[in-house]
């Protein structure tokens, strides 16, 4: 039986059993990974941005659905900060809902003008973003929840660059709908002091790429299983897109060539940050090329192994923390006799 501390509006709202969400990864976030999160109990989403015809959406879709057994899955769709020609955003949503996906996962931009349309069709929708300031905004236009991810996650973790723990403590005190909080997430006590702290819920993404169920080459998941906290840097702040990803050539190429020239550009960026470059890293194993996302909570993924096994993991170390914060029977007659 799940504990009752367990029992949050994101479990409520996703129908899982754990208030966890496993964001979505690039290339990575395909039916085999996001149906294992619905068998073992948390919410995971597709990337629509890893299919870039629509049909392979759907198609990928519909796999999900026949390998989930029943547990709750979603679709992120992460939108370019400004709006570009041929971007099919509009086309995502409409396939989503025509797919009858009940759960979709926002990021990039403000996700207003697709508000309309998405709840017309019942979608609860989920707004990342990397700072209590952009949360308040999604609060105002309208999403059911929003995760916070902090500095110290894997991939883009905004200019703010405000760690988690702050996070929390800002949003407790500025939003009222529910809220999750990502960024350096890999222990199960980290997930009780998220929900101490009037979270609803947590992003997990860096801890779970060493899951068996990840189609990534196994060389890469033992490269990250092997690395420590300190394996990770930042980069591309100069074109306001700083990215933090596992410490290899490419990376330490990037920061250089950044501060040899604050105004290098995008351009110049490409031909390393492409990711084309990465894509091959997780194809072949070789973890020195490519701009790799990877967060802090790599010091805690120690061994590859079923994603089933990591989440309840997790669950028995969050069940240790509350048994931490709640004193012991004999404890207690002790202080009442005292």
Same mark, same amino acid.
């Given at each position: 039986?799940?504990?009752?501390?367990?029992?949050?509006?994101?479990?409520?709202?996703?129908?899982?059993?754990?208030?966890?969400?496993?964001?979505?990864?690039?290339?990575?976030?395909?039916?085999?990974?996001?149906?294992?999160?619905?068998?073992? #109990?948390?919410? %995971?989403?597709? &990337? !629509? /941005?890893?299919?870039?015809?629509?049909?392979?959406?759907?198609?990928?879709? $519909?796999?999900?659905?026949?390998?989930?057994?029943?547990?709750?899955?979603?679709?992120?769709?992460?939108?370019?900060?400004?709006?570009?020609p041929g971007e099919r955003t509009a086309e995502i949503f409409a396939l989503i809902a025509d797919e009858g996906v009940r759960f979709v996962e926002t990021?990039?931009?403000?996700?207003?003008?697709?508000?309309?349309?998405l709840k017309e069709a019942g979608i609860t929708v989920l707004h990342k973003v990397p700072s209590v300031r952009f949360a308040e905004k999604a609060q105002?236009?309208?999403?059911?929840?929003?995760?916070?991810?902090?500095?110290?996650?894997?991939?883009?973790?905004?200019?703010?660059?405000?760690?988690s723990f702050v996070n929390l403590a800002l949003a407790e005190r500025r939003l009222k709908i529910p809220f999750l909080i990502g960024g350096g997430v #890999?222990?199960? %006590?980290?997930? &009780? !002091? /998220?929900?101490?702290?009037?979270?609803?819920?947590?992003?997990?993404?860096? $801890?779970?790429?060493?899951?068996?169920?990840?189609?990534?080459?196994?060389?890469?998941?033992?490269?990250?299983?092997?690395?420590?906290?300190?394996?990770?840097?930042?980069?591309?702040?100069?074109?306001?897109?700083?990215?933090?990803?596992?410490?290899?050539?490419?990376?330490?190429?990037?920061?250089?060539?950044?501060?040899?020239?604050?105004?290098?550009?995008?351009?110049?960026?490409?031909?390393?940050?492409?990711?084309?470059?990465?894509?091959?890293?997780?194809?072949?194993?070789?973890?020195?090329?490519?701009?790799?996302?990877?967060?802090?909570?790599?010091?805690?993924?120690?061994?590859?192994?079923?994603?089933?096994?990591?989440?309840?993991?997790?669950?028995?170390?969050?069940?240790?923390?509350?048994?931490?914060?709640?004193?012991?029977?004999?404890?207690?007659?002790?202080?009442?006799?005292?």
């Open positions: 039986m799940t504990d009752p501390a367990f029992d949050t509006a994101v479990t409520r709202a996703y129908g899982t059993r754990l208030p966890i969400v496993a964001g979505g990864l690039m290339w990575l976030s395909d039916a085999a990974y996001v149906s294992a999160c619905a068998r073992a #109990g948390i919410v %995971g989403f597709l &990337t !629509a /941005a890893s299919f870039p015809e629509p049909e392979a959406l759907r198609a990928e879709i $519909r796999k999900t659905r026949e390998m989930a057994d029943g547990g709750a899955f979603g679709v992120n769709v992460s939108m370019l900060p400004k709006l570009v990021s990039g931009r403000n996700p207003e003008p697709w508000l309309p349309m105002s236009v309208g999403v059911d929840m929003v995760s916070i991810v902090g500095a110290e996650c894997g991939g883009h973790p905004g200019l703010d660059l405000v760690g #890999g222990h199960g %006590g980290q997930i &009780t !002091a /998220a929900l101490a702290g009037g979270a609803a819920g947590v992003v997990i993404g860096t $801890r779970f790429l060493v899951a068996e169920e990840i189609t990534a080459h196994s060389d890469y998941k033992r490269a990250l299983s092997g690395a420590r906290e300190t394996d990770t840097m930042l980069s591309m702040s100069s074109v306001r897109n700083t990215i933090r990803t596992l410490k290899n050539e490419t990376s330490q190429t990037v920061a250089r060539m950044e501060a040899e020239n604050p105004e290098i550009g995008i351009e110049a960026l490409l031909p390393h940050v492409s990711g084309k470059i990465g894509r091959r890293a997780y194809e072949t194993g070789d973890v020195s090329r490519g701009m790799l996302s990877a967060g802090q909570a790599l010091g805690l993924t120690d061994e590859i192994a079923p994603l089933a096994r990591i989440v309840d993991g997790l669950e028995e170390e969050a069940l240790a923390a509350l048994a931490r914060l709640r004193p012991a029977p004999a404890r207690m007659r002790e202080e009442i006799a005292l």
